[in-house]
Every structure is written in C-alpha cells, then in structure tokens.
C-alpha cells in the first residue's frame, strides 16, 4: 500500500518519492503546455516519454494521460470495483499530492485567512458567501486573503491576458533603509490589527513581483514577521533564472509552500523545462497561457474580456476580500472578488480607495475603513442600506437573488407580495437607513419579519451598508 506523505511540508525528505510525484507531473505538464508532445504521445507513449527525458512507466501513466483510461479508472474507483491504493504508485501519489493542495487551499480559506478583528472577519465572510452564491464552485479556489502588496507601482510584463489590466511599470519602491524601516513598520501594525491571517498574503498583486529588484529583500523582512514565505506568482521566471532558483530554495529551506508560474510563451516553456528539473518544480504551479498551449484557459476578466460584449459575463482572479497596499503609490484600497462587468471590468469591487504619508497614517485610514464599512451586525441607523450587486426581484414572495454571472438563488420572504415590492424598490434608491425603510413600508407591516429578513440577505452580502451614499452610487 502506498503510504500518504505531504509534500508540501518542512518535514518531508523522501527523494524517490518526490522524484516520482515530481515526473508525473512534468509528463501532465507537458500535456498541458506542449502539443507537439501531445501529438507524439497519442502515436507512440514510450517515445514522446523518453525523448522528453521523463522517468515514468507509460503504461502506469496513461490512466492519468489517457482521456478513456482515466474515465475507466475513476468509474472503477466511484463503483468500488478497484481500490485507491491498489492502483499503480505513480498515480496514488500524484492524486494524494493534488488532494493535499486542495485541502491546504481550503485551509486558508476556511481557517487561516479569517481575520481576528470583530468586523472585518464578519465582512469578509459576507463576501465569501457572496461569492459562493455568484460563482459557485469557482469561489473554493479564492482564499480571501485579508492583505497584500505592491512594491512596484504598475507592471512591466504587459501579458495581453492581464486579469486585472495592469498599467505599465511607473516606479519601484527599493528597499532602502527608510523604506525597509517603513514596511517593517507597516507589516507590524497590519499583523497586530488583523492577527496572524495577516501573513497568508502576498507581495504583488496587480504588479510583477520580480520587477523589484529588492522583492527577495522584502521577503525576509515579511519571514521575520510572520514566520511565512508569501507565494509567489510570476510571469517572469525565465528573466533570471538564477535569481528564480535562489526563490524557489528559500521557500522551500524556510516555509515550503506552492508557487506558481505563468507560462506565457512556448519559449517560455521550453526554457523552464530545460533549466529545471521536475523536483525542482514540484511546488511550482505551471499556468498554462498562451494561445497555442493545449490547456491554456484564461479568465474572461481585465485585458482579457471581451470588450465588444457589453453583457459578456465573466469572471475574476481576484482573491482577496481586505486591503491592498501598494508602497509605492502609498495607497492602500479595500476590495472584493466581483464576476467582471463593464461597471467592473477588472473583476474587482473597489470600495475605497486612499493615500497615506506615514505608516500612523495608514493604520488611522485602515481602522477607519473597518468601521465605516464593516460593521459586525446589520445596523439599522446607518446610513445608506442597499442590495449589491445582485437583482433581488420579488416572484410570488419569494425572493430572487439574481446574480450579473452565473448566480442565482430564492429566498421565502414571509411577507405579503406588495410589502416585499415596495422593501425591495427602497433597497433598490441606495439611500435609506434601516429604520427609513421600516418606516416608509406600511403601517400593519410585520416588522420582526422584515428585519428578519434584512439581516438574512446581509449575512449572505445580498444587501451592504455604507455611510456614504457616493459609495452607493458608484456600486
Ligand atoms: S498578469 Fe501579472 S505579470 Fe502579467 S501584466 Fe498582469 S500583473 Fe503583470
């Protein structure tokens, strides 16, 4: 029986194991980046094996590589005919591997990423939910990360697919002492107000990490303070590949953790390929993307939607639901996923955005962010009480949540058919607090039921509150 190892784990030390999950998923690589492989290994599956130098049995690989075989072997392993473990090493490793990615995907999510403050772990569980109803499956993969960084301002890569349609590269924020005393400063304050979910964040977000030539520098300085090494995500492994190496091992000597690689040109590929070897990028995620790669899949989000289309519905690479500190710009600004629109094209809902001079500063703008906009119950003095951006439309007094993607969802509301209406229609002029709308409903309303049902459609971040009507306006 194959014995379960986690990879991804300081403690793991086992090199034939590795080596193994390692060439398995550089042949699967291959299948997705390569479809001159892909050609060959339909012919002959030796061959194609053995001219891309990959140490792996053909016949074990083919029930992973092999659209029938793996049908046949996972119809066999849901009807009990065949067990996980007698299956061929190579297999129940890599599986076990990808499980292990997952379950520490959902870690993050469901644990690790939840914020100590009262208020923003209640937001960002609203957002969360939120999500799950817009996008369904597709918002396990966001983690909701509470914080993150930009030590560039924009981003010199340019990849015509951006998500987020990131600006060319403006400035660089080096690492000089003022600056390293000024993000020490700043990762201090954020880890004291937020907790430890602080730390499971990352220093890029719409920028190139690698564009900053101190980004490695920057890293120690975040490793000091949180014990982590951030995940990196990069369109620019191949610029140095030396320097990439050296990142990898740190990671790997200090908080092993999965990386992950844009591959956006067959060069690009065939460069990785050569310059490391399989175990070298065993926690290194290859993205499939460009056009002639046989997986590439693409986010319809940013540069990549399709601006023709002004009802194409699409998606978002956003994963945090928290504030965004760019040290450069010195700005800091609290957003969400969102399925992209014309109204959010980049697939973000930015609720706020402000400067700050200091690192005093920006922890006065942080805590007033988090009072203004997350409140940990539903308030019914509050000002401004709307639906966000689902249609909430009433049918035989029900409810409908009806989200700009894929989203939809009924509620009982309990209330009379014109009662849910005239609620509804108030919600809809983004301007009444709780208390308005309780009042211009009319009098022999059931009040209990309605507020009922004003903090249900707030738990699940149907409706949102704000102090400020502009705020409003412009969701
Ligand atoms: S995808 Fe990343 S590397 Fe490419 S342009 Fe956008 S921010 Fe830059």
């Known amino acids: 029986m194959v014995e379960r190892k986690l990879i991804i784990s300081k403690d793991f030390n086992d090199p034939e ?25 339909k012919e002959n599956p030796d061959k194609a094996l053995a001219e891309a130098g990959i140490e792996v049995d053909a016949k074990s690989i083919a029930m992973l590589l092999n659209d029938e075989e793996s049908k046949k072997t996972r119809k066999a392993l ?13 297999y129940v490793r890599y599986m076990l591997f990808m499980q292990e990615k997952l379950d520490s995907r959902e870690e993050l999510r469901t644990k690790l990423c939840i914020p100590d403050e009262p208020g923003f772990k209640e937001w960002r569980a609203r957002q969360e939910r939120r999500c799950f ?8 993969k966001m983690i909701h990360a509470t914080l993150m960084f930009e030590l560039t301002e924009g981003c010199s890569v340019g990849c015509p697919f951006c998500g987020v349609a990131a600006k060319g590269l403006k400035g660089i924020f080096r690492h000089t002492d003022e600056n390293a005393r000024l993000f020490r400063d700043i990762l ?6 937020i907790g430890d979910a602080a730390g499971y964040g990352t220093l890029y977000y719409s920028c190139e990490g690698l564009d900053n030539p101190d980004y490695e520098m920057f890293i ?16 620019a492994s191949t610029r140095d590949v030396e320097r990439t190496r050296a990142l990898l091992n740190y990671g790997l000597k200090n908080y092993p953790h999965i990386d992950r690689f844009s591959v956006i040109s067959a060069e690009m590929r065939d460069i990785l390929f050569e310059k490391f070897s399989p175990e070298e990028l065993l926690d290194v995620e290859l993205l499939p993307q460009f056009t002639d790669a046989p997986a590439s899949s693409l986010v319809k989000a940013g540069r990549n939607r399709d601006e023709t289309d002004q009802d194409s519905v699409n998606g978002t690479i956003a994963c945090a639901s928290g504030f965004i500190i760019n040290m450069q710009e010195k700005s800091v600004r609290l957003m969400t996923p969102f399925v992209s629109d014309k109204d959010h094209p980049t697939g973000e809902w930015i609720l706020e955005k402000a400067f700050f001079s200091s690192a005093d500063e920006l922890e006065e703008i ?12 539903l308030e019914l003095d509050r000002p401004c009480l709307a639906s966000c951006d689902f249609e909430l439309v009433n049918k035989d007094g029900k409810i409908w949540a009806i989200g700009h993607g894929n989203g939809i969802s009924s509620y009982d509301s309990f209330l009379d058919q014109e009662v849910l209406d005239k609620l509804l229609s108030l919600l809809k002029e983004k301007k009444y607090t709780g208390y308005e709308v309780l009042n211009l409903l009319p009098e022999d309303v059931n009040y209990s039921l309605v507020i009922l ?14 102090q400020s009507k502009k705020e409003m306006e412009d969701m």
């Open 453 to 466: 049902l004003l903090k249900f459609l707030w738990n699940y971040g149907l409706i949102h509150q704000s």
């Open 133 to 140: 109803i817009e996008m369904g499956s597709n918002a396990k």
């Open 366 to 377: 942080v805590r007033r962010m988090i009072s203004q906009y997350m409140n940990v119950q």
């Open 220 to 235: 120690e300085d975040y490793f000091n303070e949180f014990g982590k090494v951030p995940q990196t995500t990069t369109a």
């Open 188 to 193: 201090k304050r954020m880890h004291k107000l």
């Open 78 to 90: 849901l009807d009990g005919s065949v067990k996980l473990f007698d299956l061929p090493d190579c």
């Open 17 to 41: 194991y590795a080596k193994n999950v390692a060439n398995t998923k550089r042949v699967l690589e291959k299948f997705t980046l390569d479809k001159d492989f892909n050609s060959l290994y």
